[in-house]
């Protein structure tokens, strides 16, 4: 399904094994990276608090390798962001979820440690490693405490160019991931997302199960996970954030110490563009559970497009406001047809949905979908209120600086701006983007966006009163 974005804007998988280091990332320590900074270019106006306290840098080092740097003096600590281009759809078929395995295995042995030891030295040196893959992309991250900056660069550096792969640690990985599998089929809400997808990608990479099937798997070999590396990890896509406690020189030089030995380019297989499937569907997984889940969702356009801004302000009246959006207070509050009821804007690299899910209990889905169904083209017709925009700009604009408060959601967000190719400025730029959009900017989006007769829907459970159904 068009699983809301992953990476730095979301959530980064990480392993975390020293108390020290979670306190002083998640403490005071580190939210006094916006007090310090200064901007020479940032705005006089008062939507611009968070570009006023930023110094954005870029960093290219003696190999080549840029990177965008927030320094951060006041507190021992580096936050490191990077990514490359990649990611699930560059999965072979038949062999799906093979870049989630490899994210899996980034930690088990490099160079001349084995898994063991490997892990045994990121505990000793009190540092946090991760990789994720997305459908575009592979994600990594570094966090560690200035006194070990160098050390725990070395372990990086080894992760990257010199894996090992063991075949002892590709089954143990293996095992996780068929038992991560084996929960995930039982999950209704991941398998309507799932399920998603397919129906709306048929014959497309986005329309395959990121993370496989157990046949899928089950038939990776530790050459694939190798094939995967080789092809996928270069110079030429990557893209690195770091803020925190270094300066220009360091991160030049902890740049090519990390990265320098990667190849120029990768071998990437080209992924068409292509859009959800029009016409509308609706899909219906029998699970025996009490509830059932829906996901639903239509085309949307492309981060870059001129209108993507005024599609922001639109999905948070519709369902990415919570409490405050208008799916919430049809299906919720008026009808008391369930708990939780939400929307979101998911820009791909080749495509772009506008989605959203719902869970109720199965006699109320179909009631609930209508509800769904009727606000989407009553939004479409008539746009929202005047009240419910005013509300939406003002959320949009006024908690954006909550966004960066503390060094590793700065490097989320940086790298997430590198990702999308929005400049150095977007930082500035983008409070002004949202007060630059109109009531009627909105409208026009909202007739332009919401193709109810387009709308793609799986439902898991065992629904009732939905048409055609008992």
């Known amino acids: ?69 927030v320094e951060e003096h006041s507190v021992p600590l580096l936050a490191l962001r990077f990514l490359f281009d990649g990611g699930n759809a560059q999965d072979p078929a038949g062999k799906e979820g093979l870049a989630n395995f490899l994210t899996g295995m980034m930690d088990e042995g490099a160079g001349n440690l084995d898994a063991q030891k490997f892990q045994e030295r990121m505990e000793e040196i009190a540092m946090r490693m991760g990789f994720e893959d997305g459908r575009d992309y592979i994600y990594g991250n570094l966090e560690t405490l200035t006194i070990n900056r160098d050390a725990a660069a070395d372990l990086l550096h080894l992760a990257l160019t010199k894996p090992r792969f063991e075949a002892e640690a ?53 050459a694939d996970i190798a094939g995967y590396h080789r092809k996928v990890f270069s110079r030429g896509t990557l893209k690195v954030a770091a803020v925190g406690d270094i300066d220009a020189k360091a991160l030049g030089l902890l740049l090519d110490k990390v990265f320098g030995e990667l190849p120029a380019q990768s071998e990437l297989t080209p992924v068409p563009a292509v859009a959800p499937k029009t016409g509308g569907a609706q899909k219906v997984i ?3 559970v009490p509830q059932s889940v829906a996901t639903f969702g239509v085309a949307a356009m492309a981060r870059k497009d001129p209108d993507f801004m005024a599609a922001t302000v639109l999905n948070h009246i519709i369902g990415g406001g919570g409490f405050a959006s208008r799916l919430m207070e049809e299906v919720r509050e008026k009808r008391g047809l369930a708990y939780s009821v939400y929307s979101y804007l998911s820009p791909y690299k080749r495509t772009s949905v506008f989605a959203g899910g719902v869970a109720t209990k199965n006699e109320e889905i179909g009631q609930s979908l209508d509800v769904i169904r009727a606000e989407l083209k009553r939004m479409a017709e008539a746009g929202p209120t005047e009240t419910e925009f005013d509300n939406a700009k003002s959320y949009l604009t006024g908690s954006y600086a909550l966004r960066f408060d503390s060094n590793a959601k700065i490097a989320n967000m940086l790298l997430g701006i590198q990702q999308e190719d ?4 977007y930082v500035d730029r983008r409070n002004r983007e949202v007060e630059a959009v109109t009531l009627p900017d909105v409208k026009r989006v909202a ?15 065992k629904p009732k009163n939905l048409p055609g159904r008992s």
Not at 10 to 32: K, N, V, W, Y
Not at 196 to 210: I, T
Not at 447 to 461: E, P
């Open 286 to 288: 029998e699970m025996n």
């Open 447 to 461: 007739a332009r966006l919401l193709k109810v007769d387009d709308l793609l829907i799986t439902i898991v459970g």
């Open 1 to 69: 399904m068009a699983e809301p974005h992953r990476g730095p804007l979301g959530t980064i998988t990480a392993i975390l094994r020293q108390p020290l280091l979670l306190t002083l990332l998640g403490g005071i320590a580190a939210i006094s990276a916006l007090a310090h900074l200064q901007s020479p270019t940032a705005s006089t106006t008062s939507s611009q608090p968070v570009a006023r306290s930023m110094k954005i840098q870029t960093v290219t080092s003696a190999g080549g390798i840029e990177a965008w740097l």
């Open 422 to 425: 929005l400049g150095l400025d």
């Open 170 to 222: 590709t089954e143990r990985v293996r095992r996780q991931l068929l038992s991560g599998l084996a929960y995930a089929a039982k999950d209704p809400s991941k398998v309507a997302q799932n399920e998603w997808q397919g129906l709306a990608f048929p014959g497309h990479p986005y329309g395959r199960p990121a993370n496989g099937t157990p046949e899928t798997v089950n038939a990776i070999t530790p």
